[in-house]
């Protein structure tokens, strides 16, 4: 009895394991078989968008089809980019923008250019090099001087220079690591900042609408209105430039899949490729990004500043002395203006 148990169980285990082996055979997709087969290739669905109208080709690569082919020729006449036996610098160029306009994935990429993972992640890294070799040429490093722009507009010159930064710790940071602010001069931030005679933000409770105050063409009836009026003002002219740039290409909105020191390159590349854009007069990938409300209320410095950073706080006293030295002379040249 015990002999026949045992060759009942040997043959049940000997057919499990041939229904595992053939379930196995059948599930499981053949290597034989080609992952990358559409009709459409990534060539001749880059030929067919640039070949097509221009406003595919600011959809999908966000430029237009001339300047996407300046740009190709340009990477060709500095020996940054060149054919390869599979893809053309158009196609390379081609999936490094599409990345970048739609924040895709590799699988993305994979998909709509018919490529492999390890190629489409090779000529990303590639394309992303070779542009960031002409960052020099089309972004211009920090001046001194201030832009025309502002020091031909009443309201912000000689008050307002540019300038940049985010978080109170990583501009700390930053200055221990040797950032310099030019002598005389200040940077105008936002909240989360400690008022000093570097770092100018705005008055404390003061608040101002500007999309309330152009309905009503209501003027500031003091200095510490009308310093607020301008700080949101122009800072809302750089946050505009920031948030075109980042409707252009959205993977800046978003932390990526990609490491940490690509993810800063991908910064730097963003902006050179904006400047290129309109160098060669290219439309803002939306256009109707002027058109969103206005309507902002001040952020505060002073009261979101956590007091984290010892050295801002100890520079707070001349800071608060300083704004009020511009805001003061601000008034004054306003009031002198509006009694002319």
Partial sequence: MDSLNLWRKRNEEDDLLMLNNWSKECLAPSSNVEHHTSILTGDVY??????????????????????????????????LLC???????????????????????????????QHYAEMVSRYFSKVLK???????????????LASPVI???????????????????????????????????????DAGYANTQNFIVSYRGVRYHL??????????????????????????????????LKMRFPILKVATFHPIDSQTDIVVAGCMLHNFIRIHNG???????????????????????????????????????KRDEIAMQMWNDYCSYRRA
């Fill in 46 to 79: 880059v030929q067919e968008i640039l070949q097509g109208h221009k406003e595919r080709c600011k959809r999908e690569f966000r430029m237009e089809p001339y300047i996407f082919q300046a740009l190709v020729d340009r990477l060709r006449e500095k020996s």
């Fill in 83 to 113: 054919n390869s036996k599979r893809t053309t610098v158009e196609e390379q160029l081609a999936m490094f923008m599409y990345t970048l306009a739609h924040n895709a994935s590799n699988n993305d990429v994979q998909e709509r250019f």
């Fill in 130 to 144: 070779a542009v960031n070799r002409l960052v020099r040429e089309y972004i211009e490093p920090p001046s001194t």
């Fill in 151 to 189: 020091q031909n507009t009443q309201n912000f010159f000689p008050y307002f220079k540019e300038g940049s930064a985010s978080n109170a710790r990583i501009l700390q940071r930053s200055i221990e690591q040797g950032f310099e602010v030019p002598r005389g001069k200040y940077y105008l931030i």
């Fill in 211 to 244: 999309q309330e105050q152009g309905r009503a063409q209501t003027r500031p009836d003091n200095y510490k209105k009308l310093f607020n009026l301008r700080h949101v003002s122009l800072r809302n002219h750089v946050e505009r430039i920031i948030g075109i």
């Fill in 283 to 321: 439309t803002d990938a939306v256009e109707d990004f002027d058109n969103e409300a206005e309507e902002t209320i001040v952020p505060n410095g002073d009261e979101s500043y956590g007091e984290d950073v010892d050295t801002m706080n100890s520079e707070r006293t001349a800071g608060a002395r």
